[in-house]
């Protein structure tokens, strides 16, 4: 038996996905330190109250948005359980699709995600992709003998983590997907068969 929601459950959901979508916009554009409630809540098109009935405060926010965020790719370690190019598609997920997320939400608010609330929890959508290719690969016979899943995850985040923690603190330009390219492919190179 399934519950059908009312139209408050509908306009309260309608709410606060406005007011995340708001806040993924004005954190993208002005990072998260610049952004205050007050904005959020007009650009959402809603009152401080009814933002605040939704959320505790800022960071209830930016949690909400980065679950958000998570969630998208959750959807993609589903289609990576039978990739035919474990490998590759860790190439293309690390050095495309994760650098993309960086530009999409914008160096000012992923400086505050990674400086700040970043979690090593191995329960993040990141992480669920990465381990599903990386599994994958196992399946395939594509990495060396006696290496484990999760040592082969944590040095490909590490390779990411690296390449973005280096982006958003240097004062020269780094290109990213670059960085990130070359130094898998040397990484693939040593465990890869």
Sequence with gaps: MSIKPTKRDLHSQETKRRIVEAAKELFAEYGFESVGVKDIAEKAGVTTGALYYHFKNKDDIFIAVFTYNDELFLKSAEEFKTSTDPMGDL???LSETMVKRVEDDGEDFT????????????HSGFDTCLYQLVHRGVELGCFKEGLSEEELADIFAAVYRGAI??????????DARQLIKQRLRLLIEGVGK
Aim: no cysteine; proline share 0%.
């Design 165 to 174: 923690y280096q982006l958003i603190t240097s004062v020269r330009e780094v």
């Design 91 to 93: 190439i293309e997920f």
């Design 111 to 122: 400086r505050y995600r990674v400086l700040r609330h970043f979690d090593f929890s191995h």
